[in-house]
């Protein structure tokens, strides 16, 4: 399934190799903001890197332990390909899945608390579960996990940075950081140009509003071709001792 997963797999791999030059300026935007992110665990667990196109191998080099949980084997041989001087963990099994139709945070948490000392990022991946797993995440059991998600990480420092919304229209640079959460409505209005506003466009929801109300928030643009603009928000927390 990972292979041909609509959140990844084959069409991810060859869109990033296409697309490589169209992405430098998300990715360098991810590298800048994680270098603002300044955990004092020395270990870290990554949540769907797939081959680590988004990721920079500076910030991997500042941990001594790395592991990861990607289902897509072709992203972990192109991972290890990418970072050779990484060593990694690789976890198959995602404890970020839905059981019965429902996601439930307590396979996730057993994962989380077993992991003392690390800390953990979430590579672009909770704004891709309503693709992944489209009845989970539109049942209200997802909105309670998604509320309840920042409440596990007690003890850990943890980072995420998920699409917001996506379409065919570019967003605009107006909008960089909120010490709040923006609710879509007010997203639109803020990243999207006043001549887009009055035009019937059509934007993909990507689920993620309201996520982690207490948490400053930063936004990014990617454009993932010509065609597949998205806002993806990133947000983080550190441990404090
Ligand atoms: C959009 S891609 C992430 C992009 C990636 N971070 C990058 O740097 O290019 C989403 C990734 O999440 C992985 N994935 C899918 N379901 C997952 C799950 N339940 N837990 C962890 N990772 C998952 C996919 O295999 C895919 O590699």
Redesign the pocket.
Known sequence: M?LL?Q???LG?HLR?LKYKPR?KPF?QA?EAWLNTWNPPEKKII??????????PSTFLGRFEKIGA????PV?RYLFKKRFKNHEIEWFQK????PKNGIFNHDELKTFIDSHEDYCFLF???LG??HL??PNEVRSRRFSEFKASLPYLFLNHSWAS?H?RLSGIIKPSSNLQKSTQSLPNSQLVSLAYSAKHLNVPVELIDHEMEGFAPALSRIYFRWELTPRHHHLIEGVFESRTD
């Open positions: 990972a997963s959140a990844g797999g991810y990033a992405w990715c991810i990554l949540f769907g890197p797939s081959a680590g196109y988004t990721l949980v990607e289902p897509d992203a995602s404890p970020l899945f590579c672009n991946l891709q579960l992944l797993f940075y699409d």
